[in-house]
């Protein structure tokens, strides 16, 4: 299709922790956890903000353009994609930093700070990423459990999911625990939508033979239940010794949780970089082919904290056209 008069183009991201993945809040949480991870401010269950992905992305797309372009000159001297363009530290002088080039697939795909004719917000935006499927262990084994408003970010609607109860589409009918929680189960409706849509977006068939579904609110509180907490030993890098007193404990979504994001890219046709036409992306579907160079370094480098401690891989399992109505909202040129 000919994608060349849209303003711009949403894909729905969906991918999958290889490992417990930390996203943290930055700062020495209260309570239970020394080391929290991020929260949606309403719903109260775990994501990771647009903008740690964003910079995720980022570092990623640039070591991916490294590889492919190790030598890389600008006006006769060394500017290697990674790590300038990639966005790491400050830069020092005028050699070092974003390149800020119209030419530049990082810098035009991620923005840059400052150039010769200012700053550039970029041509891909990244939602929150969201936890779309979350395993909990039952008596049955491992069931993922989703909800009503999770659904809803791949376009599905899940009706009559309301009473404390789960909801599942076969399997016993006698009351389920989840971890410690014993609920009633009850009949989901429509669940073979709910597969369907699930397994088009490359969910594996081992989660899509065990998905039930939760009211809104008791997901959140079941998520929050469920995470993994982990207690460690701070390590001195410098010595190898522990560092004194130094116990602390973190939480983290457990492996095989399903989480899913949109990255929006906009038409580079309507985008001046720098003061001039970006030339290193022609459409919203070459931008995409930039951010989707940083999937294969998620799998194994990971997003989040504690990467060195077998934290943070990330399957990007597909990408698809987004559900969103905005999906189709072609040629509305800006004025
Ligand atoms: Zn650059």
Known sequence: MDDSHKSYEPKTHLGMAIDPIHVGTGGTGLGRVDNAIVRDPVTRVPKIPGSSLAGVFRTYAAM?????????QVDGKSKPYYPDCAGLGQPKGNNSG?????????????????????????LAAFSDAHVLLFPVATREGPIWLTCPMAMRTVGQELNGVADDAVYRNGGSSQPLNLGWLLLPVKHLNGAESVTQALKERQVPE????????????????????????????????ETGAAEDGALFTYEALPRATVLVWDVTCKNPAHFKAGGEQVAAVKSPDDVHKVVATAHPYFEHLGIGGMGTRGMGRLRVLSETASHAESATATAKEPS
């Open 64 to 72: 991916a353009q490294q590889a492919g372009e190790p030598n890389r």
């Open 98 to 122: 974003h390149c800020a080039r119209n030419d530049c697939p990082i810098c035009t795909t991620f923005g840059f700070a400052r150039g010769n004719a200012g700053g550039f917000a970029g």
């Open 206 to 237: 081992y989660i899509l033979d065990h998905v039930a579904a939760l009211p809104d609110k008791l997901f959140s509180h079941v998520v929050n239940s469920n995470l993994e907490v982990r207690t460690s030993v701070a390590i001195d890098p």
